[in-house]
C-alpha cells in the first residue's frame, strides 16, 4: 500500500514535470510574431482581378523571428480557401500586391497572414 502511494505520487510529479518541460520549450526555442492586417478592413470591396496592397503592422517585432517567409491565404466565413494570393514575401515588408482571384461574390472573405502563426483580417467584400 505505501510504496503503491509512493510510485502513483512519483509518477505524478514526474508527468508534472515533463509537461511542463514540453510546454515551456517552443516558448524558448521560438519568438513567434504575428503582425495585425490592417489593410483590407471592415468595409472592403475588392473588384474580381484589381490588384491591391495588403498592409499590416509591423512595428515591434520580436530580434529573432523563427519564419519570416510570409504567406496570404484567402478565408471565407470561417473556413480557409486553397487559395493562396501571395506567398514568399518577407513579413518584415509590412505590404505585399495581390490580385483578387476569380471566387463567388459574397462579403464574408478575410485573408490569413502566416509567418509563425496566422493572423487574420477582418471581413471584406469581394464584389464583380
Ligand atoms: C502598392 O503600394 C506601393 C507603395 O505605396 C505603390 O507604389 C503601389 O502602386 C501600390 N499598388 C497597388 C496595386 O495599390
Redesign the pocket.
Known sequence: MQFTTNLTYVLIVFTAVLLSLVRAAPLIARDVYVPPITYPHPGTIWKIGS???VTWDTTNPPEHITNSVGRIVLRKGVLATDIVLKSGFNILDG?V?VQVPKVTPDKDYSLVLFGDSGNFSPQFTITH
Do not use: A, L, S, T
Request: glycine share 0%; no cysteine; proline share 0%.
Open positions: 490588384y491591391h496592397n505590404r500586391v
